[in-house]
């Protein structure tokens, strides 16, 4: 609750002297939601426009709105005379914020936000099992759901709106949440939905190619992930040295830097002499101050890399280093990413949400440590998305795996032979149903892929990960990779 007066001092905007003393109780973006209480933000969007909801906003009651400066006169003009109070602003986004870190919400002490094409979901699982470890209650918020682990809740954005997300961090205040780590997507950062929040880190893990159907460009996507590191409250920036956009992303951060890498050993965080077996990887992990090794129960050096990032993205925030350094091994797995399904005499299968060319590659090449086997590839290509990766997702598959099963993702309103046939845009037939299987029902080339191999073989089933669904013409239908691939090894294990 505060009064138009105090928002009037947090937000810089002009409010009229007669208007000065009325009191808000709720703030809203949602023209649903708003009551007479209700101070109103029209925000610009996407596809909708806030102020073209200001006739529903007044006909429930709502009194104040702000709006675009530009738009003030044309939107007075359209509304009854006093049916509500317009507060004009330069920023609508800008004073949304100001007002809710000012007068309505409190945050824990150390919000993390990291962004990237790949790794984002697993270092943020991982951040918050370290902080966990050391003593300082935790909260994700991202693809996983939103919450304390053990207790996430579904999801529907990866990064939420800018209201819900100051609302989430004011709760997670409430609960005594000390960390929170959360995935900061190129469309929230250019949609402007994390603005306002205070991020005492940002994490760059890497950029290829994605999400070119919004973006355009790969120049803008960098540009869209580069905003995090120009937030104001930034005390950290953790950037990965291994990434060819290491410098881009560097370039004018008036905050320091702390760099990790898996080749480099001028990083802050360095992982030398790695070695692998079934069960993870082993490494020399030299740290600010000092060294030690390291078992990491985890699979491939990119989970090297993100360990690293979770680890560095905490250390000026957690006093006691011994412990932090002690959490990476006991390190689990994030759900759908290098989960492991093992069954006695069958062979290793992994399911991983690698759905761009290079996070498949990566995960193939480090299954090859893992093994002595061949390497199976299980993948398909989502539907209504960037078509111009698709063959290269083949390419892909084809240059890190022996055998390839090519079969449906989530088509979404495409036809799944249509996405396959661009997948295969380039592929020399005589590959065809010899390393390469064309099976448009993903369960039957689960199937038929897992029966095919030895027992030293392993399985990469990509694309889907964590998802229980696949989505066919806007109709989710509940489909598991691993429940699907548990009951293949279940029952050839008999």
Request: charged share 20%.
């Amino acid at each position: 609750m505060f009064t138009l007066s105090e928002f009037s001092c947090a937000t810089g905007l002009i409010v009229d002297v007669d208007q000065l003393n009325c009191v808000v109780l709720n703030v809203q973006t949602d023209s649903r939601k708003v009551s007479e209480d209700s101070l109103f933000f029209a925000l610009p969007g996407v596809l909708n426009q806030g102020w073209d909801y200001l006739p529903n906003v007044a006909a429930q009651g709502c009194k104040f709105a702000v709006v675009p400066n530009h738009l003030l006169a044309s939107l007075q003009e359209s509304l009854p005379i006093d049916s509500i109070r317009l507060i004009p602003s330069d920023d609508v986004v800008s004073s949304l914020s100001k007002c809710l870190r000012t007068l309505v919400c409190n945050y824990p002490n150390t919000l993390v936000a990291i962004t990237g094409t790949n790794g984002k979901s697993s270092i943020s699982y991982y951040i918050a099992q370290l902080a966990d470890y050391s003593g300082d209650k935790s909260a994700l918020i991202g693809t996983f759901g939103i919450g304390q682990l053990g207790n996430l809740k579904e999801a529907h954005q990866t990064t939420p709106d800018n209201l819900s997300l100051h609302a989430l961090l004011n709760e997670f205040h409430q609960e005594k949440v000390g960390t929170v780590a959360f995935e900061a997507s190129s469309h929230a950062l250019d949609q402007r939905r994390v603005d306002g929040v205070p991020f005492k880190c940002a994490v760059f893990t890497n950029l290829s190619r994605d999400h070119l159907d919004y973006h355009g460009t790969m120049e803008h996507y960098a540009q869209a992930k580069k905003k995090l590191f120009h937030y104001p409250d930034l005390k950290r920036a953790v950037i990965n040295l291994d990434d060819d956009y290491f410098e881009f992303m560097s370039q004018g951060l008036t905050c320091p830097i702390y760099s990790y890498s898996v080749v480099d050993a001028s990083a802050d965080f360095y992982a030398d002499s790695i070695n692998f077996d079934s069960q993870g990887c082993y490494f020399d992990l030299y740290y600010p101050g000092g060294s030690r090794n390291i078992f990491l129960p985890l699979l491939g050096v990119f989970n090297v890399s993100n360990a690293l990032a979770a680890m560095a993205s905490l250390w000026d925030f957690m006093a006691d280093k011994d412990k932090l350094l002690e959490g990476l091994v006991q390190l689990k797995g994030a759900p759908g990413r290098m989960q492991k399904l093992s069954y006695e005499g069958q062979p290793l299968v992994v399911v991983d949400y690698a759905h761009t060319p290079d996070a498949l590659s990566y995960s193939l090449e480090a299954l090859k440590n893992h093994t002595s086997g061949l390497v199976t590839c299980v993948f398909g290509c989502g539907g209504d998305r960037d078509k111009g990766k698709r063959p290269l997702m083949t390419k892909a598959a084809l240059s890190a795996s022996s055998l390839i099963w090519l079969t449906s993702d989530n088509p979404r309103t495409e036809d799944p032979m249509d996405i396959i046939g661009d997948a295969l845009f380039g592929i020399p037939e005589n590959l065809i149903d010899k390393r390469l299987f064309v099976v448009a029902d993903r369960q039957q080339a689960i199937n038929d892929a897992i029966c095919s191999a030895q027992k030293s073989d392993v399985i990469l089933i990509a694309g889907k990960g964590h998802e229980t669904y696949q989505d066919v013409m806007g109709v989710k239908h509940f489909f598991d990779d691993v429940f699907e691939a548990q009951k293949v090894l279940e029952k050839n294990a008999k």
